[in-house]
């Protein structure tokens, strides 16, 4: 079994400043992949970034980064150069070599202007 | 990129009515799907994995004769919520996985909104 933890419900942050997400997960496997996704209102899930256990190396995309301590089983996003359009909900998501796919409870991300 | 379009997007019926709800991948093929239920402000919780020719596994808690799905075909699959209910009242969201491309991440569709009155 796994477990996902999002301790923030909701983060606000100015635009053009950056925001970090926080995310901790616990796998009894050691093959795992890490995602963060973001839910707008539509409602569509789109992925922001991934990361896969055995890389040491951080994910980068763009303004989106993570902070992937595999020790500590955490995986927070970094967002920077904070914009409007980045308001959603965001989840953190681990998933196992079965391809089964845990999300955290979610964060909700407001961006004042 | 890879597309998964789920229909309807939004449907709303009486109390008793089975709603079926189908996912297709457009331009890949998927040994694998995957269907969620998201309440309001809540995560999505993993229903049931259903894979192509075979019968889907679901999660604990998930009743199997409550939510048929049946994917018949390496395109579609579909969840037929029976005799449904306002507790069934939900979103559901289905993904695929591609064919061979295990390690990529999966494709989500664009969610049902189920509203049973």
């Known amino acids: 079994a796994q477990t996902v933890t999002q301790s923030q419900p909701e983060m606000s942050v100015q635009e053009a400043e950056t925001v970090t997400l926080s995310c901790t997960y616990d796998?009894?496997?050691?093959?795992?992949?890490l995602f963060w996704y973001k839910q707008p209102p539509s409602r569509q899930m789109i992925l922001v970034i991934r990361?896969?256990?055995?890389?040491?190396q951080n994910a980068t995309e763009n303004r989106f980064s993570v902070n992937f301590q595999k020790a500590a089983k955490s995986f927070s996003l970094k967002i920077s150069d904070s914009q409007l359009g980045d308001a959603a909900m965001y989840f953190c998501?681990?998933?196992?070599?079965?391809?089964?796919?845990?999300f955290g409870g979610g964060t909700r991300l407001m961006v004042k202007p | 990129g890879a597309v998964v379009s789920q229909h309807p997007s939004w449907v709303i019926c009486k109390s008793g009515t089975s709603v079926k709800i189908e996912c297709r991948s457009l331009?890949?093929?998927?040994?694998?799907m995957f269907w969620y239920r998201q309440f309001p402000k809540q995560s999505l919780m993993l229903m049931a994995t259903?894979?192509?020719?075979?019968?889907?596994?679901?999660e604990q808690g998930v009743e199997k004769d409550k939510f048929l799905i049946n994917h018949a075909s390496l395109t579609l699959s579909t969840l037929t919520v029976t005799s449904a209910h306002p507790e069934d009242s939900s979103f559901y969201i289905c993904?695929?996985?591609?064919?061979?491309?295990?390690?990529?991440?999966?494709?989500f569709g664009d969610g049902t909104r189920l509203s049973i009155l």
């Open positions: 993904s695929a996985r591609e064919k061979d491309r295990g390690q990529q991440p999966q494709h």
């Open positions: 796998t009894s496997e050691s093959d795992y992949y």
């Open positions: 990361q896969e256990a055995y890389k040491q």
């Open positions: 998501a681990c998933r196992n070599a079965g391809n089964m796919l845990t």
């Open positions: 331009d890949f093929q998927a040994t694998t």
């Open positions: 259903s894979n192509e020719g075979s019968k889907a596994t679901y």
